[in-house]
């Protein structure tokens, strides 16, 4: 691939995501944290979150999408307990997705 | 200027049980391995995690490059699935306000925002002082931005010794660990409504429209939930 397209993706991939970053920093010196409008924006900013993730597990993206879907709701859900039976750490499910998933496909 | 202990500890969030070093650590490795596989050089690679800094649209990036897409078009793909940060910040950074900081600190530390990074501090700003939680965030944000950077490096040199099957492993430890997180933060019914609403509107949206249905159910279930909130006085 061409290296002059290669920089110049990177290019607009960070300006059309520093946009984002920085409109958000210049609207919040407007928003107080007591208003309607804070709550709307964090309900919003956790909802697109939810639905980017659940993309991720349903339809994703890349190598992901080599493994079975039924596999991928088993690693999650079962990862989700681990993270609520352990009093919410985060790096025993962490660890146990990868190694889960990893051999669970190559079965 | 930057108040050296409570970014020290904002810089810690990346140790203990919580720690997103982890799952920074797999996904970065496993992009930097693809970038590789996409014809980029180390330079490219470590230089689309610094000043992009957001995975799931240097994944757009890739994938666009590699089917051929314009220039143009990829701006707009990254735009439109990067536009939940427009929202994250808005809902983090009225959080970090104080009078007495300078405005560069909040324009230049915007860059840091990114899911882990939000995630940690609407989990832990409650802890620090009002005056220095900007200083908490550029804690936090170096050092979710350099782990991701390093990642990135050491994923393209370890790309050969990486097969599928671990490539596979790797990718799920985002999603795992972002999911415990939203459900670790469903502590009133206007965010757990938000979350759980969205995790299902998210795919059923992408199926008649895969590039605007971040946007699309990021709005509609976000409202929902807020006016259900107002509704039940949370």
Redesign the interface.
């Known amino acids: 691939?061409e290296?002059n397209?290669?920089?110049?993706?990177?290019?607009?991939?960070?300006?059309?995501?520093?946009?984002?970053?920085?409109?958000?920093?210049i609207?919040?010196?407007k928003?107080?944290?007591k208003s309607?409008v804070?709550?709307?924006?964090?309900?919003?900013?956790?909802?697109?979150?939810?639905?980017?993730?659940?993309?991720?597990?349903?339809?994703?993206?890349?190598?992901?999408s080599?493994?079975l879907l039924i596999i991928?709701i088993l690693?999650?859900f079962i990862?989700?307990s681990i993270?609520?039976y352990s009093k919410?750490?985060?790096?025993?499910?962490?660890?146990i997705?990868?190694?889960l998933?990893?051999v669970l496909?190559?079965v | 200027m930057i108040n050296s202990k409570v970014f020290f500890q904002g810089l810690n969030s990346l140790k203990g049980s919580r720690s997103p070093a982890i799952p920074l650590a797999a996904c970065f490795i496993a992009l930097g391995a693809l970038l590789k596989d996409a014809g980029f050089n180390l330079q490219q690679s470590a230089a689309s995690s610094l000043f992009t800094y957001a995975l799931p649209g240097q994944l757009v990036m890739a994938e666009s490059l590699l089917v051929g897409a314009s220039i143009l078009n990829i701006f707009i793909a990254v735009w439109l699935v990067n536009f939940r940060l427009y929202p994250m910040t808005v809902s983090l950074f009225p959080l970090l306000v104080h009078k007495s900081q300078p405005k560069w600190k909040y324009y230049l530390s915007c860059h840091f925002l990114a899911v882990s990074s939000w995630l940690i501090a609407k989990d832990s700003y409650k802890k620090i002082n009002k005056k220095h939680r900007i200083d908490f965030w550029i804690g936090v944000g170096i050092g979710t931005w350099t782990t991701a950077i390093l990642m990135t490096i050491i994923g393209y040199l370890s790309a050969e010794y990486l097969n599928k099957d671990m490539m596979i492993g790797l990718a799920i430890v985002n999603p795992v660990y972002f999911f415990c997180m939203m459900i670790g933060a469903m502590k009133n019914i206007s965010i757990s409504t938000a979350v759980i609403l969205g995790t299902i509107l998210g795919p059923l949206i992408y199926l008649y429209s895969t590039e605007w249905s971040l946007l699309f159910a990021g709005l509609i279930a976000g409202t929902i939930a807020f006016i259900f909130g107002e509704k039940n006085g949370i």
């Open positions: 691939m290296s397209i290669i920089v110049l993706a990177i290019v607009a991939t960070s300006l059309a995501t520093f946009i984002s970053r920085f409109m958000g920093a609207t919040s010196e928003v107080s944290v309607k804070f709550n709307w924006f964090n309900c919003v900013a956790y909802s697109t979150l939810a639905a980017l993730l659940g993309r991720m597990i349903i339809f994703p993206a890349g190598v992901l080599e493994s991928r690693v999650l990862c989700i993270f609520l919410k750490n985060l790096v025993l499910p962490t660890i997705s990868a190694i998933l990893s496909t190559s």
